[in-house]
């Protein structure tokens, strides 16, 4: 049972990185400018976050479920929107420093000291600052369990975070694999990649834009 838990822990977190968003598209952006490395520890480093994010979340899956939804009003705002702010937010800052830096060539050196703890304090940060995955677990989360797919004694619960860290590692790893491989492929120059991720997040955030007008008219 606790092996299915861990597989049902990977394959649900890994499935939530599977659309493009900020944490995925930072991950193909370091992965191009700065290399394989630099990318395991910004992974290694967020999957952390996630493992301890995940518990938590699925500790209060079945008391949200049933208490909050994503439509109730917090000082008369709804809950999904307040997330959804927070991610144009993010967006536009992230393609705004992505498109400020698309002239900066990727820079290669033979040292072996590598600044590691840039990634690792920036997988960190974005593992901490990573709303939608609130309204992700509250669904899921609350899906699995009422389900039966997993327990909720502590230890099943540690076992399904761990599995969702694996989840997410793999799922990021993919797309760094594969952003590199498309450089390579179609020998595109890091100043193209860089516009087009910017764009890309100004795109998601102008979806959530019209998203949230949609919801308002």
């Known amino acids: 049972m606790l092996f299915i838990t861990f597989f049902i822990g990977i394959i649900l977190n890994a499935m939530g990185y599977i659309p493009p968003g900020n944490i995925n598209l930072t991950v193909a952006q370091l992965a191009i400018n700065k290399g394989m490395r630099q990318v395991w520890y910004f992974i290694l480093s967020f999957s952390c976050v996630e493992v301890f994010f995940t518990f938590g979340m699925m500790r209060f899956a079945r008391w949200a479920m049933s ?5 109730e009003a917090v000082s008369e705002v709804r809950l999904g929107t307040l997330v959804d702010c927070f991610m144009i937010l993010m967006f536009v800052v992230m393609g705004t420093i992505t498109w400020i830096n698309r002239k900066k060539v990727p820079k290669t050196s033979a040292k072996k000291e590598d600044k590691r703890s840039g990634s690792v ?5 974005l593992g901490v600052l990573n709303p939608v995955q609130i309204p992700f677990w509250l669904f899921f989360g609350n899906y699995v369990i009422l389900h039966n797919w997993i327990e909720t004694d502590y230890l099943s619960l540690v076992i399904f975070a761990i599995g969702s860290g694996f989840g997410s590692a793999g799922a990021l790893y993919l797309y760094a694999h594969f952003a590199t491989f498309i450089q390579e492929k179609f020998a595109l120059s890091s100043l193209i990649i860089n516009k087009s991720i910017a764009i890309f997040l100004y795109v998601l955030a102008l979806y959530l834009i019209a998203k949230q007008l949609m919801i308002i008219f």
């Not at 208490?67 to 439509?71: A, K």
């Not at 304090?121 to 940060?125: D, F």
């Open 67 to 71: 208490d909050i939804n994503p439509n």
């Open 121 to 125: 304090l920036y997988g960190l940060i």
